[in-house]
């Protein structure tokens, strides 16, 4: 008779020796990575905080962004924590505004950029041959064209255009705004459309691919069912990249005065309003810090956020 001991093995316990691996979606998988990282949790905490007191800084703060008074060039205190500018106004709430709009912009303008990079990616990556090689050579040239100085161009190129319909009425600000936002993110979708198309290809000849063509289902199915469900991944990981340097590139713009234009705010504006307080005699350095400070937290995050 056999003795059949714990090193032998039976149905009883074969069950027991093997592990049922666990099944993550890719979606999942990623989160999983993403939490493991502490400082993209963090980073991710406080973007969200930054938020939720920007949403609500109109009904918490005491002074609205635009609110003048006599106590001008305060220095931070128990009133005004962030302190005051030349006209008096709270930079606390000034710097929350600006908040508003820069996030609203980097928000938008990476809209853009996702949905035309995409799309352009997509297409070239898919239909391949001259078409990809014609639409492909058109993002080399633009990529050989100086963004910043393309931005430029755009901007004051269309201002007389909106002064002349629009003036400066609240339409016109929003015309201005629109225009700011396209500019920026037709600037920023070039690195887009070359990371989806190189997606595209490396997965168009795939199995699951192929058998969905021989079903008979149409192009446009195949791309956006099957083809780009699987590139989330990158794309997510590149539009949280993109964020910060469309912030980045408004705040260059507004401090040089073609962004957006006073009396409303943001972290570039305000920029260049503490810079054009400082001289010899005394240096409001509150004015510069608490911006700089601001916009440099803010795009640290995103970028800890991307690398999660």
């Given at each position: 008779?056999?003795?059949?001991?714990?090193?032998?093995?039976?149905?009883?316990?074969?069950a027991g020796m093997f592990i049922r691996a666990e099944h993550l979606s890719p979606g999942q998988?990623?989160?999983?990575?993403?939490?493991?990282?502490?400082?993209?949790?963090?980073?991710?905490?406080?973007?969200?905080?930054?938020?939720?007191?920007?949403?609500?800084?109109?009904?918490?703060?005491?002074?609205?962004?635009?609110?003048?008074?006599?106590?001008?060039?305060?220095?931070?205190?128990?009133?005004?924590?962030?302190?005051?500018?030349?006209?008096?106004?709270?930079?606390?709430?000034?710097?929350?505004?600006?908040?508003?709009?820069?996030?609203?912009?980097?928000?938008?303008?990476?809209?853009?950029?996702?949905?035309?990079g995409v799309l352009w990616g997509s297409i070239a990556g898919y239909t391949g041959g001259r078409?990809?090689?014609?639409?492909?050579?058109?993002?080399?040239?633009?990529?050989?064209?100086?963004?910043?100085?393309?931005?430029?161009?755009?901007?004051?190129?269309?201002?007389?255009?909106?002064?002349?319909?629009?003036?400066?009425?609240?339409?016109?600000?929003?015309?201005?705004?629109?225009?700011?936002?396209?500019?920026?993110?037709?600037?920023?979708?070039?690195?887009?459309?070359?990371?989806?198309?190189?997606?595209?290809?490396?997965?168009?000849?795939?199995?699951?691919?192929?058998?969905?063509?021989?079903?008979?289902?149409?192009?446009?199915?195949?791309?956006?069912?099957?083809?780009?469900?699987?590139?989330?991944?990158?794309?997510?990981?590149?539009?949280?990249?993109?964020?910060?340097?469309?912030?980045?590139?408004?705040?260059?713009?507004?401090?040089?005065?073609?962004?957006?234009?006073?009396?409303?705010?943001?972290?570039?504006?305000?920029?260049?309003?503490?810079?054009?307080?400082?001289?010899?005699?005394?240096?409001?350095?509150?004015?510069?810090?608490?911006?700089?400070?601001?916009?440099?937290?803010?795009?640290?995050?995103?970028?800890?956020?991307?690398?999660?």
């Amino acid at each position: 008779m056999i003795d059949e001991g714990p090193h032998v093995m039976t149905p009883a316990n074969a069950a027991g020796m093997f592990i049922r691996a666990e099944h993550l979606s890719p979606g999942q998988r990623a989160w999983r990575r993403f939490t493991r990282n502490k400082l993209a949790v963090i980073s991710l905490c406080f973007i969200a905080v930054l938020v939720a007191i920007v949403l609500l800084a109109p009904w918490l703060s005491p002074y609205q962004p635009n609110d003048v008074s006599d106590a001008q060039f305060e220095k931070p205190n128990a009133q005004h924590w962030f302190g005051t500018d030349v006209n008096g106004r709270d930079l606390l709430a000034r710097t929350l505004a600006g908040a508003r709009v820069s996030l609203l912009v980097g928000a938008v303008g990476t809209g853009v950029s996702l949905i035309i990079g995409v799309l352009w990616g997509s297409i070239a990556g898919y239909t391949g041959g001259r078409t990809d090689e014609f639409m492909m050579r058109f993002v080399d040239i633009l990529y050989a064209l100086p963004s910043i100085i393309f931005v430029i161009v755009l901007i004051t190129s269309l201002e007389d255009i909106v002064k002349k319909f629009a003036g400066t009425t609240a339409f016109g600000v929003s015309v201005r705004l629109l225009f700011l936002f396209v500019g920026l993110g037709a600037v920023s979708w070039l690195t887009m459309a070359r990371i989806v198309r190189g997606q595209v290809l490396s997965l168009r000849e795939r199995p699951f691919v192929m058998a969905s063509r021989s079903l008979g289902a149409t192009h446009a199915r195949v791309i956006f069912q099957h083809i780009l469900p699987n590139t989330l991944g990158v794309i997510i990981v590149y539009l949280t990249l993109t964020v910060p340097s469309v912030i980045l590139y408004e705040s260059f713009l507004s401090y040089l005065g073609l962004g957006i234009q006073p009396p409303m705010a943001s972290w570039g504006s305000l920029l260049a309003e503490g810079a054009r307080q400082i001289n010899p005699v005394r240096i409001y350095w509150w004015l510069l810090v608490f911006p700089c400070v601001t916009l440099v937290v803010t795009l640290l995050a995103l970028n800890f956020i991307g690398d999660g």
